[in-house]
């Protein structure tokens, strides 16, 4: 059975025969590397490519993580950038590993291995990649199954914009929303949520400042970047996702024809496409798997997640 360097058996999440692809924006909220720790423990197929690219410097932060969980058998490949990517960069100063190749080739990754294995991609930063993957790939929108984190509905803590992933890549957001089949959206409605909120006071961030190994050094100073910028906190939707991804029920959705404005935000009208977006996250029921996924850091306190009967 794989393991880890720390001796984690990789969880059978799902079906083996299936392929996961983590597009990520590591280098920037901290949820980012914490989905990233997730998925290296439970995803035996594996491949992660990077959104939101600032010169190949997010793929060499995912390789080094990766490495230092013990998993570089996981392919990492540099993908889009943005005009004002080196803004959303936390590690610019930091030596980080060289990925070799172009950056172009992480689209052409995933539609290769889509023709040969059935393949989920886990969107957790802009859409660009998503688009461009639909745009030239068209035959694949009804064979990828798209779980992607961000958009929201009913309210949300920035309500005159689209969230975060959506809204710095707009016109990406757009394409691959119409493009797509069926995509599972985990809204930020949800995940906005007290009980996914880790703070720099939770259990989780002293476990990293007191724990001595390579991995919890470099969060600890992810940590560091990260709340010296956003002192209110980094929420966990990433690492939900990647539940709802590898099949832990953690998540309601519901299937409603639902209009992507020019500015990415998110409107229900008839005249809309059907788009699959939750309706609730049982915060519980994540707990209770993310706890099992990790279980040394106590993460049910971690990040402030009970057993309660609060309201989702």
């Known amino acids: 059975m794989l393991k880890n360097q720390i001796g984690w ?14 597009d ?14 997730v998925a290296a423990r439970i995803i035996r197929r594996l491949i992660v490519i990077t959104s939101d690219e600032t010169r190949g410097r997010r793929a060499g ?10 998993r570089p058998e996981v392919p990492v490949a540099a993908g889009s950038e943005l005009a004002d990517s080196d803004t959303r ?13 172009p950056h172009s080739d992480a689209v052409d990754i995933v539609a290769t291995s889509a023709e040969h294995a059935p393949v989920t991609v886990i969107g957790l930063g802009a859409f660009t990649n998503i688009a461009a993957l639909l745009y030239r790939h068209p035959h694949l929108s009804e064979t990828i199954d798209l779980v992607l984190q961000g958009g929201w509905l009913d309210h949300y803590r920035k ?12 016109v990406a957001a757009g394409v691959a929303l119409r493009m797509a089949h069926r995509p599972r959206l985990l809204l930020s409605t949800h995940t906005n949520h007290p009980r996914l909120r880790v703070t720099p006071d939770s259990p989780l961030v ?4 007191t724990t001595d190994t390579p991995f919890a050094q470099l969060a600890e100073l992810y940590c560091d970047h990260w709340f010296a910028r956003h002192p209110d906190g980094s929420w966990q939707a990433d690492s939900v996702a990647v539940a709802v991804a590898v099949g832990a029920r953690v998540a309601e959705f519901v299937t409603e024809p639902i209009l992507v404005g020019p500015d990415a935000r998110l409107h229900r009208n008839p005249a809309g496409r059907p788009l699959t977006v939750t309706t609730s996250i049982d915060y519980a029921a994540f707990a209770a798997w993310l706890s099992r996924i990790i279980p040394e850091i106590r993460l049910q306190q971690a990040i402030n997640l009970d057993t309660g009967d609060d309201d989702q």
Request: hydrophobic content about 50%; proline content about 6%; glycine content about 6%.
């Open 89 to 101: 960069f936390l590690f610019a100063d930091y030596p980080l590993p060289r990925i070799p190749g």
């Open 9 to 22: 058996d990789l969880d059978k999440e799902g079906d083996d025969s299936r392929l996961f692809v983590l």
């Open 61 to 70: 932060l995912a390789r080094l993580v990766l490495d230092l969980l013990g």
């Open 159 to 170: 309500m005159p914009r689209a969230s975060h992933n959506l809204h710095i890549d707009q």
């Open 206 to 209: 002293d476990w990293f400042h």
């Open 24 to 37: 990520s924006q590591i280098g920037w909220d901290l949820d980012e590397l914490i989905a990233l720790w």
